[in-house]
């Protein structure tokens, strides 16, 4: 089984960028599909991005895209949130979770379909 271990959130002005690693434990992360959610005070978590088990398929939430980038190193062990052009409106606990799955290709985006969580970073964006 794998462990989720998110990093890299903090204080950054608006129009700034932060990438957030989510380092996994276990020898068998290349079997998970990763995503990344996230959820402000009183709203419900929200997908963000998830990339399938090879890296080779990616989607993103309309509301992040052309500014954030997901990204995997299987050699690592750690999926990545590459979160560029910030605006207050992203300002969240951000959170990565892994879906294990034979399916090489599949992007799962509902919180549902995920089987692990990591404990969350914030990220606030100031304007």
């Known amino acids: 089984q794998v462990q989720l271990v998110e990093s890299g959130g903090g204080l950054v002005q608006a129009g700034g960028s932060l990438r957030l690693p989510c380092a996994a434990s276990g020898r068998t992360f290349s079997n998970y599909a990763m995503g990344w959610f996230r959820q402000a005070p009183g709203k419900e978590r929200e997908f963000v991005a998830a990339i399938s088990r090879s890296g080779g398929n990616t989607y993103s939430a309309d509301s992040v895209k052309g500014r954030f980038t997901i990204s995997r190193d299987n050699a690592k062990n750690t999926a990545y949130l590459q979160m560029n052009s910030l605006k207050p409106e992203d300002t969240a606990v951000y959170y990565c979770?892994?879906?294990?799955?034979?399916?090489?290709?599949?992007?799962?985006?509902?919180?549902?379909?995920?089987?692990?969580w990591g404990q969350g970073t914030q990220v606030t964006v100031s304007s």
């Open positions: 979770a892994a879906k294990f799955l034979l399916n090489l290709v599949r992007v799962p985006t509902r919180p549902e379909d995920y089987d692990l």
